[in-house]
């Protein structure tokens, strides 16, 4: 049995940097991924453009050099294979955690854990850890609308690319930057374009740049606007909303929820984490990341629950390295008392 000194689930920016700083902490780990590298930025967007500038996107002290002024994905992608290979870091991909499971004891007074996981081929392994930290992300688990048709094949919670819909009539609904891109992305790619908002205006957090030209756009009735309005039913062609207590039908050949995602607490919850009531994030040190599971940490977005906004790249990255230097201080108290209890290993014997 091989075991490392920590296990990572999640090979994002959170879960890289956390790698980084157990490798230059002189501790051995392993990253493990149920999808590609930074898994989430890959599903972002095509022509997505970063709210920030370069430099806070670093992780390891690796430069990320971009022209621009704001990064753009593809070079996100770039970047992160970059450190990747910089460090040489032990990443298994394609691999899905299915348990996460504490022995105390186990080989040690110290404890352990096991992680099984399950890949997309229909293989099962299980993997051995002293600690193990959860930077799975906020990006995998949309906020539903629960309405009737949410799960018809023409409607996406997840917007990639706007050359399929060239001359459909698509329905974007939301009020935020996701929803107001991806509409301004659509119309320019030649979609009849629709946006549906529950307030009754655009969220004030939508990117500087951004703000203006779909206000310009909705306001020059080149993307129809629907304020105040609440999505009641997706049918296959159409999309039903009620506005002031009165229900009209929208068509639409596809439709886009973008109302924003949550982290998936499934794993957090099977391995013992409480969750706390109002976030449904999990319950941790801020100090440490370290959950009410002894040994177990969170670090990125995950933390953040619902309130996914407030965890980005520029501050979840920073997580890894407290997260760390709280493992690579017990380790060492924890050495430091077997010496104590058995000075013969100093190779000096007491008085």
């Not at 999990?282 to 953040?304: K, M, Q, R, S």
Request: charged share 20%.
């Amino acid at each position: 049995m091989t075991l490392r000194d920590v296990l990572i689930v999640g090979a994002g920016p959170a879960g890289l940097a956390t790698a980084i700083a157990a490798l230059k902490n002189g501790l051995t780990c392993q990253v493990i991924e149920k999808g590609a590298l930074v898994n989430s930025l890959l599903h972002y967007p095509t022509e997505m453009v970063f709210f920030t500038t370069p430099e806070l996107m670093e992780i390891g002290g690796l430069p990320f050099v971009s022209p621009y002024d704001k990064p753009t994905r593809l070079e996100a992608l770039r970047y992160y294979r970059r450190v990747t290979d910089a460090f040489k870091l032990e990443v298994l991909f394609d691999e899905a955690v299915v348990a996460i499971t504490r022995q105390p004891g186990v080989p040690d007074g110290e404890g352990s854990f096991v992680v099984d996981t399950h890949s997309g081929r229909g293989v099962r392994r299980s993997w051995h850890g002293r600690t193990v930290v959860i930077a799975t992300g906020a990006y995998d688990v949309p906020n539903r609308l629960d309405v009737p048709g949410e799960d018809l094949p023409h409607v996406s919670h997840y917007y990639t690319q706007p050359h399929p819909f060239f001359r459909k009539r698509v329905v974007v609904v939301g009020g935020k930057n996701s929803a107001a891109e991806a509409a301004l992305d659509l119309f320019r790619a030649g979609a009849d374009v629709t946006l549906v908002h529950r307030q009754a205006a655009l969220g004030d957090s939508i990117k500087y740049w951004v703000k203006p030209d779909i206000d310009n756009r909705i306001k020059e009735g080149s993307i129809a606007a629907r304020f105040d309005t609440r999505v009641v039913e997706i049918r296959p062609t159409s999309v039903v909303v009620e506005h002031a207590g009165r229900t009209s039908d929208i068509d639409a050949d596809a439709v886009f929820l973008l109302t924003g995602y949550r982290s998936d607490a499934t794993l957090l919850r099977s391995a013992g984490v409480e969750m706390n009531p109002d976030t449904w994030g999990p319950v941790y040190d801020p100090e440490t990341f370290e959950t009410n599971v002894p040994g177990l940490y969170v670090a990125g977005a995950v933390i953040a629950g619902v309130q996914s906004g407030r965890i980005f790249i520029e501050n979840g990255r920073f997580h890894g390295q407290q997260v760390i230097e709280a493992i690579a201080a017990r380790r060492a108290a924890g050495a430091s008392r077997l010496l104590i209890a058995n000075p013969e290993l100093t190779g000096n014997k007491p008085h």
